[in-house]
């Protein structure tokens, strides 16, 4: 009787959150800039090709920024500067190729880790992991930080997954220091060891949260130095809530999915909300999954679908996991009536 009341309500939430999405605003999405603009990844390239001519970073950033209409008085918009310092040398075809490479190493994880799960499995994660790996393989996404510190969360799952903490700590940490939205996955990770009583890894995490702290108290430091009166505000705060819209477009932010029928993107945030309901999903992607899809809820401007680089390569795990238990709830349900019928 348990599980059938179980495999109702996930059917419920997982049919729930499709309805819910399919009547959402939402369509194609636009990966070109507007006529007359330049794209974040132009601006971003550029920079890049300042600071390997021997400018200074924090210059090149905010004139960069002003030049280009950028809410320079927002401390979020100037990149932290392990990233681009460690890119700029490197020709642009290297960069891509490093990406690309990162983000083939994530998938190939990803079949790892759900290999001996179920061939659904398998094969959800595999076909969504390769969208967002594809689309990492552009050429503008190797500027991106969130395409950089998207593959390395994905890798730092799948070590905690096979139980390889060590290497799911020094991951998860290098991807905070290239991008801030990392830290709501610090965190995660933090409470998970301090649950499972692996007390050394928490203080590791304590430990990385201090040096993280002092870097970017360092970062802070230089970018308020460089404003200046003149710099112009956000259009809006971080807190939009923006509802599914908002995540739906960064689940939209998948190759396959950007010119894909709308139900499919739907079908997408249905597979992932059921991953996080089901129990055999390890806990690192159940959570950052989870997680994450729960603050793009609240935070997040209507220009920031490209945060899609960050969540899908652990949404990609999420919706294999998710797919399975669907499948496990239809089986329960169909098994239970049969036997009823007897």
């Given at each position: ?24 605003s ?5 990966v ?54 460690s ?7 290297i ?48 500027a ?7 593959s ?31 830290a709501p ?21 304590l ?15 230089h ?34 999915l ?12 249905a597979l ?19 997680v ?21 390569p ?6 294999g996991?998710?797919a399975?238990?669907v499948?496990a709830a ?5 098994d ?7």
């Open positions: 009787m348990r599980s059938r009341v179980r495999a109702v309500l996930v059917l419920m939430a997982v049919l729930g959150t499709f309805a819910l999405s399919l009547f959402s939402g369509g194609s999405l636009s070109l800039p507007g006529k007359g603009k330049v794209s974040d990844p132009q601006i971003y390239d550029r920079i890049l090709s300042r600071i390997a001519g021997g400018e200074r970073y924090y210059p090149v950033v905010g004139e960069e920024l002003r030049a280009n209409g950028y809410a320079t008085l927002e401390v979020f918009n100037w990149r932290t500067p392990l990233l681009w310092k890119l700029a040398p490197l020709r642009p075809a960069r891509r190729w490093l990406l690309t490479i990162l983000a083939g190493t994530f998938v190939i994880s990803a079949v790892f880790v759900t290999a001996r799960v179920s061939r659904i499995t398998l094969a959800i994660t595999l076909l969504t992991a390769l969208g967002a790996a594809v689309l990492m393989s552009a050429p503008g996404a190797a991106m930080g969130e395409a950089w510190a998207g390395l969360v994905a890798l730092s799952v799948c070590a905690y997954a096979k139980e390889k903490p060590w290497t799911g700590f020094g991951l998860g940490l290098l991807a905070m220091f290239v991008r801030e939205l990392v996955f610090a965190v995660l990770a933090t409470l998970i060891a301090a649950r499972r009583r692996r007390w050394t890894e928490v203080w590791a995490w430990l990385g949260g201090v040096a993280y702290g002092a870097y970017y108290g360092v970062h802070l430091a970018v308020l130095a460089e404003r200046s009166a003149a710099d112009s505000p956000g259009v809006g705060s971080w807190v939009a809530l923006g509802g599914l819209t908002f995540l739906l477009s960064t689940v939209q932010w998948n190759a396959l950007f010119f894909a029928p709308w139900p499919c993107v739907c079908a997408c945030l992932t909300v059921a991953g996080v309901l089901n129990p055999l999903c390890p806990s690192h992607v159940r959570w950052t999954a989870g994450y899809a729960v603050l793009f809820l609240v935070i997040g401007q209507h220009f920031d679908r490209y945060w899609g680089y960050l969540t899908w652990t949404w990609a795990l999420a919706c996991f998710g399975d238990h499948v239809c089986r329960s349900l169909w239970d009536s049969t036997a009823t019928a007897q």
